[in-house]
């Protein structure tokens, strides 16, 4: 079955970057499959930060635009999110999630697969 595993959590002060990876195992390449990062604070729904389709494409939420980037190894079967300028607001435990349809997905009932996530934390 397909299982993610992210890593690269972490704390760090508030300006500072971290890089999160996903390693996709179970599936045949993410060549063919829309991926995408998400988050959730404490009290708080979880939301869509990043996503990548099949194609490449990408899309960000407005709150990270100009400071995160997705990214994706195919070869690798591994998906990035690279966090700079992070600020406290961006604390949270952070989720990779995939899904078999290629195309564009942004929110969590688009994705079947999830992992079990990385945490996060920006102090000021």
């Known amino acids: 079955q397909v299982q993610l595993v992210e890593s690269g959590g972490g704390s760090v002060q508030a300006g500072g970057s971290l890089r999160l990876s996903c390693a996709a195992s179970g599936i045949t390449s993410s060549r063919y499959y829309a991926m995408g990062w998400f988050r959730q604070a404490p009290g708080k729904e979880r939301e869509g930060v990043a996503s990548?389709?099949?194609?490449?494409?990408?899309k960000y939420a407005d709150p990270v635009k100009g400071r995160f980037t997705i990214s994706k190894d195919n070869a690798k079967k591994t998906l990035y999110l690279q966090m700079n300028s992070l600020k406290p607001e961006d604390t949270a435990m952070y989720y990779c999630?995939?899904?078999?349809?290629?195309?564009?997905?942004?929110?969590?009932?688009?994705?079947?697969?999830w992992g079990q996530g990385t945490q996060v934390t920006v102090s000021s």
């Open positions: 990548i389709d099949a194609d490449g494409s990408t």
């Open positions: 999630a995939a899904d078999d349809y290629p195309r564009m997905r942004t929110k969590v009932p688009d994705f079947r697969y």
